[in-house]
């Protein structure tokens, strides 16, 4: 499947296979940077820069693990990975790629489910060790380094009685998944995660060929802020820290509901569907079907027992479903649903779209049909309640997220193969990519957009599928602040040219 296995990978060449050694890839040091007076477009040089914080190369021990992703179906061998300690590691990083001419990639949680965060021959500047959490209670404001996990995230807040938005898997980065928009359970209750999103830290290409820090909020730079909530994942700078606007919340009431086998996937969906998406806001719900078994998910903010049950009621009296409800503070809870990512298999392919009108009964029985004969038993379709909420109400300042007014998402994913262990699901893998592509082609009639945190490859008109009519602006927000494209990969925000 890959060119190089990670077992042949220190047996390479010192700056990796087909690579060449650039000026300055061994340097320490910090550069000195003349006074910025001048524009992001404008001709200004700046003094060479030497890359600084924990550098991992191609002929380091441990490179193999710094080098790879969560999803181990892509394998990338860059030039350099430069682990950022603080802010003008990042600054000198990307100085140091602008001046050599090499191409990069900016990475968090190393989730990026098309590979993107990392590149062959090239420079990975990676913020996943920039850590600080600083939480002003009082205001209700937290301004965290880029570097936090979802899991990491939620308990630091948590501890206080407070929440932001997350997705739902703890392992996930915080910045890469609020900056693509963000949703998971408290999505109806306190919008989405870019919602949440009042300010940020962000490492800017600057001049001819620097870079430098500026911060970013509603009373500084905020076309950008609008950009980077729903489109900030590699398209105009490097966040290295984001600041929010967190909520009070106490307690939770999480439920899971399973049911045995798919029988009675018709009316668990039709009324999940017909109802999760209405109900008290405070309940944001999640569906996961796999070949052998359903679950249910819920989340209820502020909520007992009692009241989760009644406000899921109507699904809950379908079949004979085993359901459990703990209640407790949501850090607690957030880290109890947790799977550790070496139980998760190896490689993962999605495919990520929105839906306005309930499916109809042809529609279940599509996804039926291909969960019997889904690849594996973690394969599986997941899907969010959306609808009534307070995701449909944008933030002051506005967001590039579109798709506020869907009443559900949803996504096909197959998973394979065996974490830690080089092409073991080789021979899975072309069932497990058509049975994905067959899946969402059959769905088409019943779906619109995507999702840019699950980026589809190869779909036709991806810019509007994932930003629709914010497209245009996007690129002249792009044009503004990156005007010669260093931000780029397969499915990034191009500048306009005029």
Not at 101 to 118: F, I, T
Not at 249 to 265: C, F, H, K
């Given at each position: 499947?890959?060119?190089?296995s990670?077992?042949?990978?220190?047996?390479?060449?010192?700056?990796?296979?087909?690579a060449?050694?650039?000026?300055?890839?061994l340097?320490?040091?910090?550069?000195?940077?003349?006074?910025?007076?001048?524009?992001w477009s404008?001709?200004?040089?700046?003094?060479?820069a030497?890359?600084?914080?924990r550098?991992?190369?191609?002929?380091?021990?441990?490179?193999a693990?710094?080098?790879?992703?969560w999803?181990?179906?892509?394998?990338?061998?860059?030039?350099?990975?430069?682990?950022?300690?603080?802010?003008?590691?990042?600054?000198?990083?990307?100085?140091?790629?602008?001046?050599?001419?090499?191409?990069?990639?900016?990475r968090?949680?190393?989730h990026?489910?098309?590979?993107?965060s990392?590149?062959?021959?090239?420079?990975?500047?990676?913020?996943?060790e920039l850590?600080?959490?600083?939480?002003?209670?009082?205001a209700?404001?937290?301004?965290?380094?880029?570097?936090?996990?979802?899991?990491?995230?939620?308990?630091?807040?948590?501890?206080?009685d407070?929440?932001?938005?997350?997705?739902?898997?703890?392992?996930?980065?915080l910045?890469?998944?609020?900056?693509?928009?963000?949703f998971?359970?408290?999505?109806r209750?306190?919008?989405?995660?870019?919602?949440?999103?009042?300010?940020?830290?962000?490492?800017?290409?600057?001049?001819?060929?620097?870079?430098?820090a500026?911060?970013?909020?509603l009373h500084?730079?905020?076309?950008?802020?609008?950009?980077?909530r729903?489109a900030?994942?590699?398209?105009?700078?490097?966040?290295?820290?984001?600041?929010?606007?967190?909520?009070?919340l106490r307690?939770v009431?999480?439920?899971?509901?399973?049911?045995e086998?798919?029988?009675?996937?018709?009316?668990?969906?039709d009324?999940?569907?017909?109802?999760?998406?209405?109900?008290?806001?405070r309940?944001?719900?999640?569906?996961?079907?796999?070949?052998?078994?359903?679950?249910?998910?819920?989340?209820?903010?502020?909520?007992?027992?009692?009241?989760a049950?009644?406000?899921?009621?109507?699904?809950?009296?379908i079949?004979s479903?085993?359901?459990?409800?703990?209640?407790?503070?949501?850090?607690?809870?957030?880290?109890?649903?947790?799977?550790p990512?070496?139980d998760?298999?190896?490689?993962?392919k999605?495919?990520s779209?929105?839906?306005?009108?309930p499916?109809?009964?042809?529609?279940?029985?599509?996804?039926?049909?291909?969960?019997?004969?889904?690849?594996?038993?973690?394969?599986?379709f997941?899907?969010?309640?959306?609808?009534?909420?307070?995701?449909?109400?944008?933030?002051q300042?506005?967001t590039?997220?579109?798709?506020?007014?869907?009443?559900?998402?949803?996504?096909p994913?197959?998973?394979?193969?065996?974490?830690?262990?080089?092409?073991?699901?080789?021979?899975?893998?072309?069932?497990?990519?058509?049975?994905?592509?067959?899946?969402?082609?059959?769905?088409?009639?019943?779906?619109h957009g995507a999702y840019?945190?699950?980026?589809?490859?190869?779909?036709a008109?991806?810019e509007?599928?994932?930003?629709?009519?914010?497209?245009?602006?996007?690129?002249k927000?792009?044009a503004?602040?990156?005007?010669?494209n260093?931000?780029?990969?397969?499915?990034?925000?191009?500048?306009?040219?005029?």
């Amino acid at each position: 499947m890959h060119d190089l296995s990670r077992r042949k990978l220190l047996k390479a060449t010192a700056v990796g296979a087909g690579a060449v050694a650039l000026p300055g890839l061994l340097s320490g040091g910090t550069p000195g940077f003349a006074a910025d007076t001048a524009g992001w477009s404008s001709s200004e040089k700046h003094p060479p820069a030497r890359l600084t914080g924990r550098i991992v190369r191609p002929q380091d021990p441990d490179y193999a693990d710094a080098s790879l992703g969560w999803d181990e179906l892509f394998v990338r061998y860059p030039l350099v990975i430069v682990f950022a300690q603080e802010t003008q590691d990042v600054v000198n990083a990307l100085t140091w790629a602008r001046q050599n001419d090499v191409a990069l990639r900016v990475r968090s949680g190393r989730h990026s489910l098309e590979g993107w965060s990392n590149v062959d021959n090239g420079i990975v500047i990676d913020v996943s060790e920039l850590k600080s959490t600083q939480i002003d209670v009082a205001a209700r404001v937290a301004r965290v380094g880029a570097g936090l996990n979802q899991l990491e995230a939620v308990t630091a807040l948590a501890e206080h009685d407070l929440a932001a938005t997350t997705g739902t898997e703890g392992s996930v980065g915080l910045s890469g998944a609020t900056l693509g928009g963000g949703f998971g359970f408290l999505t109806r209750y306190l919008g989405m995660a870019c919602d949440n999103l009042i300010g940020a830290e962000v490492v800017l290409p600057h001049g001819a060929d620097g870079a430098k820090a500026v911060e970013v909020d509603l009373h500084h730079h905020s076309d950008l802020l609008w950009a980077l909530r729903g489109a900030g994942n590699g398209n105009f700078g490097i966040v290295t820290s984001l600041t929010y606007q967190a909520a009070p919340l106490r307690s939770v009431a999480y439920l899971q509901a399973t049911w045995e086998g798919l029988d009675d996937l018709h009316g668990v969906f039709d009324t999940w569907q017909r109802s999760a998406p209405f109900t008290d806001p405070r309940l944001g719900t999640q569906l996961e079907i796999h070949k052998s078994e359903i679950l249910l998910f819920g989340v209820l903010a502020e909520g007992s027992e009692a009241e989760a049950r009644h406000l899921l009621e109507a699904v809950l009296s379908i079949g004979s479903p085993q359901v459990t409800v703990q209640l407790g503070n949501w850090g607690d809870i957030y880290s109890g649903f947790q799977v550790p990512i070496e139980d998760e298999p190896a490689n993962w392919k999605f495919f990520s779209q929105f839906t306005n009108e309930p499916f109809p009964k042809k529609a279940i029985s599509v996804i039926r049909g291909f969960m019997e004969d889904a690849p594996s038993e973690e394969s599986n379709f997941f899907t969010q309640a959306f609808g009534r909420g307070a995701q449909t109400n944008e933030p002051q300042g506005g967001t590039a997220f579109p798709h506020r007014r869907a009443l559900f998402y949803s996504e096909p994913g197959a998973g394979w193969g065996t974490r830690g262990e080089p092409d073991s699901g080789d021979a899975v893998t072309p069932i497990a990519q058509a049975w994905i592509a067959e899946f969402s082609q059959a769905l088409r009639p019943y779906v619109h957009g995507a999702y840019v945190n699950v980026p589809n490859i190869g779909m036709a008109e991806w810019e509007t599928a994932y930003w629709g009519e914010n497209f245009d602006r996007l690129r002249k927000i792009k044009a503004k602040y990156d005007p010669h494209n260093v931000f780029q990969y397969e499915q990034s925000v191009p500048p306009a040219t005029c």
